[in-house]
């Protein structure tokens, strides 16, 4: 069992900055590939961002490359999403999400993730 906890939402100017972090519980955190997902109101949840157990591999959705960097530090138990040059359209709540088993052709998908946390508000205003 893992549980996940968000934080760093906010309300942020467009071009402005936020840090989120999501803190995990138990001694397994270094066992799961990690994953950043929104979803804005009326919307479907979509990808964000992931990064695999070690922290050797990440992956963008193409909507925040290059504004956006997962990392993780395993000694703390924490996967943090850096956004830079933030945009009204990045508004929504902002989840994390524990993945056990990580391949090229999944991480994108929320269906396959084992545990989320209850996500954080981000609003970027214009």
């Known amino acids: 069992q893992v549980q996940l906890v968000e934080s760093g939402g906010g309300l942020v100017q467009a071009g402005g900055s936020l840090r989120l972090s999501c803190a995990a519980s138990?001694?397994?955190?270094?066992?799961?590939?990690m994953g950043w997902f929104r979803q804005a109101p009326g919307k479907e949840r979509e990808f964000v961002a992931a990064?695999?157990?070690?922290?050797?591999?990440?992956n963008y959705a193409d909507s925040v490359k290059g504004r956006f960097t997962i990392s993780r530090d395993n000694a703390k138990n924490t996967v943090y999403l850096q956004m830079n040059s933030l945009k009204p359209e990045d508004t929504a709540v902002y989840y994390c999400?524990?993945?056990?088993?990580?391949?090229?052709?999944?991480?994108?998908?929320?269906?396959?993730?084992?545990?989320w946390g209850p996500g954080t508000q981000v609003t970027v205003s214009s």
């Open positions: 990064i695999t157990r070690g922290g050797g591999v990440t």
């Open positions: 138990g001694r397994t955190f270094s066992s799961y590939a």
């Open positions: 999400a524990a993945l056990k088993t990580y391949y090229s052709g999944n991480y994108y998908s929320p269906g396959q993730y084992d545990y």
